[in-house]
């Protein structure tokens, strides 16, 4: 009878040659994990330094003795700044110029205008906000410690301060400024002086120096 011995189906292409993987050997085992043990470290101090470089300028001054925190000027102290120095002319410095809103004003209003500020991060957004706004030509940033710097080529002096820095900032000033300078405290006034002008109400009050007046007037004892 036809068929009742035929023979077994021949099986499919490939089908006899699957085979189940052999698991990994002891070798092949360590030295994955050998690698993994190199690239964690490696990523984790990457990050680590990458963390210490962006936090170092922040936290560095904080460290000193007289540390003058980054505040962003609001800006009604912005315009309070600005009408304080109308009339005026000559050169401006922005002492602790943070992001350099302010250099980028008073360089708006016609002034030369340079910024001290001891975070280099500040500083670099300082100068591209000045070419964003198109006044980079007449402004200038500078990386440095406020006490490092003599203010004495400067006309106009802008300060936004802390109470424990004024006193010795004060007689910094005192001693380095010629008679047609003008400073302008923001915040906080300076302890022994008397301003001859003051403008604003709470935080976005200005207080205004003229250098030939303090000279004859307010002079500490």
Not at 22 to 51: D, H, Q, Y
Not at 185 to 214: I, K, M, N, Q
Request: hydrophobic share 40%; with cysteine; aromatic share 10%.
């Amino acid at each position: 009878m036809e068929g009742g011995g035929g023979a077994a189906p021949e099986p499919l292409q490939g089908e006899s040659q699957a085979q189940p993987e052999p698991p990994p050997s002891p070798e092949a085992s360590t030295l994955k994990k050998r690698r993994w043990g190199l690239l964690l470290p490696g990523l984790v101090g990457g990050t680590l330094v990458a963390v210490y470089a962006v936090a170092t300028p922040f936290v560095t001054p904080a460290l000193r003795k007289v540390c003058l925190p980054f505040v962003p000027a609001t800006t009604k102290q912005i315009e309070n700044v600005v009408k304080m120095l109308q009339s005026r002319s000559g050169s401006l410095v922005d002492i602790g110029s943070g992001d350099g809103r302010i250099v980028v004003a008073a360089a708006k209003a016609g002034f030369t205008a340079v910024g001290y500020e001891l975070n280099p991060w500040l500083v670099w957004y300082s100068r591209y906000r000045a070419w964003r706004e198109g006044v980079h030509g007449s402004t200038k940033f500078y990386i440095s410690d406020l006490w490092k710097v003599s203010f004495s080529q400067y006309t106009n002096v802008v300060v936004f301060g802390v109470p424990q820095m004024m006193p010795q900032l004060e007689k910094k000033l005192e001693l380095e400024l010629k008679d047609d300078a003008r400073v302008i405290a923001c915040r906080f006034p300076f302890p022994h002086w008397s301003p001859d002008h003051v403008t604003g109400e709470g935080t976005d009050t200005v207080w205004v120096y003229d250098a030939g007046t303090l000279r004859g007037k307010g002079r500490r004892p």
